[in-house]
């Protein structure tokens, strides 16, 4: 049996039409400090609630995989997948 991998996070962002996939990345705090980016590039203002963050060495960064909507339809967010070895 091969061993575990870990697991990959995707950056997806949908507008009216397009869903791209904008990023993976290794480390959730990485995907979800992408996603927090783009948010703010896009003008939303994001919050965290109490009890949903946890600390980090820079700042407080959520510990789930984050998402944002906005009211023009715009969204992104954070799929969490597990890579697992294609049979040939």
């Not at 939303?44 to 984050?66: C, F, K, N, V, Y």
């Amino acid at each position: 049996m091969p061993p575990d991998r870990p697991p990959v996070h995707l950056v997806i962002h949908r507008d009216d039409t397009i869903v791209t996939v904008v990023g993976v990345y290794a480390r959730l705090t990485d995907a979800n400090t992408e996603c927090i980016f783009l948010g703010k590039e896009a003008g939303m203002q994001l919050t965290g609630e109490s009890g949903e963050m946890a600390p980090d060495d820079r700042e407080l960064m959520p510990i789930e995989p984050m998402r944002w909507d906005s009211v023009a339809g715009v969204s992104c967010w954070v799929e969490t997948h597990h890579v697992k070895l294609a049979r040939s």
